[in-house]
Each structure stands twice: as C-alpha cells, then as structure tokens.
C-alpha cells in the first residue's frame, strides 16, 4: 500500500513542479524580449506547425467541440470519482489517483499554453517593432485622425450592399470571409513583415448566438491553434474580429497589438467590406477619445459619418443589448484577471490602447511626420 502512496506522490510532486515552472517561463523572457522575438519568430512556428496542420483538417471548431466535450466528461468523471470515493475500501488511495490525473493534467495545460502563447505576451511590442511615432498627440491630431477616418468611412460605405434594413451585409459568403483573414493579413505582411505566418482559416462556432451572452467575439485557443470566431456577430463586427484572431495564430499575443494587426490586416484586404470595417472601427476608438477632450471637435467630425454607418453602429448596439447581464460580467472580470495574470497590467483596457496605436500609425505611415 505504500509503494502506491510514494508513487503517486512522486507523481503528483513531478506534475506540479513541472506545471508551476512552466507558467513562469514567460516571465523569466519578460527580462529578454530579444530572445522572445527569436522564440516567436522562429521556433513556435516549428513547434505549432504540426498541432495547426492536423486542426486545420477539421473544418470546424474542434475547440467548441473539446469545450462541449470536456464540460460532459468533467461532470461524468466528477460523479464517477465521488461514487468510487464512496463505495472504496481505499479512500485514500482514490483520492490520490484522482490527484495525480488533475497535477499531470495541470502540467500538460501549463506547458502547452506557455509554448503556444505565454511566452508571445513577452515580444517586442508590435509599435516597436512597426517603428511606430509615439509622441505625445494633441486633440488637434486626433481629429485630424478622426477626420482621415471619417473620409474613408464615407468613401468605402456607399459601396456597400445593403439588407432590407439599410445595414451593411459582407460582400461574399461567410465561408469565404472567414478565408479571407489570412489573405488580408498576407497583404498587410508585405508592407509589416511581422504579421506574417501561416495561412490558416478562422473557424466559426456553431454555438455562437448563445456564446455572445459571454459578450466574447472570438478565441484563440492555444492548445489548437485555432481561431475561432462569433459569427452571430453583426457583418460590421466579423471582419476585424477574424482578423484579430488569426494574429494571434501569428505569435501576436498581447490584445493592443493584436487589435492594430487586425486593423492593419483589413486595411490593407483587397475587399471594400474589410475596408469598411477598419476604418470604422478605428473612428469608434478614436472618436471616443476625442469626445472626452474635444467635444465640439467630436461633433464636427460626425458630420462626415453616412447614415448608413449610423444604421450599422445602431444594429450592432441593439445586437449586444440583448446578452447584457450577469454572464457577460463574469466573462469580462475571467478575461481581465486572465490578461492581468499574463503581464498586461491593463487587463482588459488594453484593448483600448489601440487608440494610441493608430494614431501612431496614421503619423507615421499615413502622413509620413
């Protein structure tokens, strides 16, 4: 009876020194962002090469399915082991087994999320490595932003087909848009090397209405490799969340930097609806920046937003009204306490950091000061 103690004792030891080593790999990298680079850009595409490969054969979401799936099987197990605990001559010796399968699986979990994704959150941050112009901006370059924006919101809108409601729809089908996240990332790699990375296709999630209730958009799912994506989302929102999520299939982890990927990669898309969706999620941004510090600036600007923009700004806020509650809340505070825990002391305000970011691009590459 001993021997089976010291067993899984050294197991249970084991798993959990290897898995709590694992998880503060990424801040030993934090000191070495030059090796996180290499890391990034040279071995985790070698190392999630194959897991992308075999994932990708599958058209759908296999994290949705390995969501469902272990949520059943976790329940099952659960009553199975509590019956076992009950019915055993050796309740100790159950309750060790059922230790040392949670430490190796904790292992597991901990090794592959931080070569697949923890150690990325350490990278060079992308305006640094965009050579991006971060100097302080005054509210007069955030509208002279907001007004570049607003232009080209109204340039690329009227072009846009229409539902019987006035709101703008994609100008293909889903299955094409959902390929067209690695194209539209391939075309911005050509102008920003460090957005490129393997051609992978975002994966839509069947159980996407009830998943908007977590108020999520899209996941990346390290363990896969996968980027999935809410398609129950108005046609406004899905072109820059696929592209955001296949940046992170791309090494880019942290979410500002992710963001200003996905706007990159849509504004450089060959489609007017990818576009579209660029600009005009960098004015809600921008615009509201601007507000706060200049609102008569902000009212100015407005002017040049079409109606048809208006519709799909009020869909979209109409869309989300509906999940707003509890769920939603809790799936924030998950996620905020989830960035904070992966160096991005912002929690989930660093999504907004995206402002800063494109106005930094807009000087830098736009108008070239």
């Known amino acids: 009876m001993k021997k089976i103690y010291c067993k899984e004792w050294f197991i249970i030891l084991i798993a959990l020194t290897v898995g709590i080593l694992f998880l503060f790999v990424p801040r030993i990298f934090t000191n070495y962002p030059g090796l996180s680079e290499k890391y990034a850009t040279k071995v985790f595409p070698v190392l999630s090469r194959p897991v992308t490969f075999i994932t990708s054969l599958c058209p759908l979401s296999l994290t949705e399915i390995f969501v469902v799936f272990t949520c059943l099987t976790a329940l099952f197990w659960l009553i199975l082991v509590i019956l076992r605990f009950r019915h055993s001559d050796d309740r100790k010796r159950t309750a060790f087994r059922f ?14 999320f931080t070569l697949m994704l923890g150690i990325q959150y350490t990278r060079i941050p992308l305006e640094t490595s965009l050579h991006l112009n971060a100097s302080q901006k005054s509210p007069e370059d955030l509208k002279e932003v907001a007004l570049w924006l607003a232009e080209n919101i109204q340039r690329t809108r009227e072009i846009l087909p229409e539902d019987e409601n006035g709101c703008m729809v994609l100008t293909t089908s889903l299955a094409e848009t959902l390929d067209e996240g690695s194209a539209s990332m391939d075309a911005a790699a050509v102008l920003f090397p ?27 799912f ?6 999935n994506v809410n398609t129950d989302i108005p046609a406004s929102q899905l072109p820059i969340t696929i592209c955001h999520e296949i940046s992170h ?28 969706c660029a600009y005009q999620y960098a004015y809600l941004y921008c615009c509201n920046d601007l507000y706060k510090q200049d609102p008569d600036a902000y009212m100015e600007v407005s002017e040049w937003i079409p109606e048809g923009t208006w519709r799909d700004w009020q869909q979209a806020s109409e869309y989300w009204k509906q999940f707003e509650g509890p769920v939603q809340e809790t799936s924030t505070a998950v996620n905020d306490t989830y960035l904070e825990a992966n160096q991005q002391a912002e929690g989930v305000l660093s999504y ?13 590459y736009v108008k070239g000061q």
């Open 194 to 220: 460090e957005l490129s990375g393997p051609d992978l296709r975002a994966k839509p999630v069947v159980l996407s209405h009830y998943w908007s209730y977590t108020g999520i958009t899209g996941m990346y």
């Open 222 to 227: 390290p363990f896969f490799g996968e980027a």
């Open 249 to 276: 299939t791309r090494g880019i982890a942290r979410e500002q930097d992710a963001n200003l990927a996905g706007f990159l990669a849509c504004l450089n898309s060959s489609r007017i609806d990818f576009q579209y």
């Open 352 to 364: 907004d950091r995206v402002t800063d970011l494109i106005i930094d691009y807009y000087f830098t």
């Open 99 to 112: 230790l040392s399968v949670l430490t190796v699986l904790f292992a597991v979990l901990s090794a592959s």
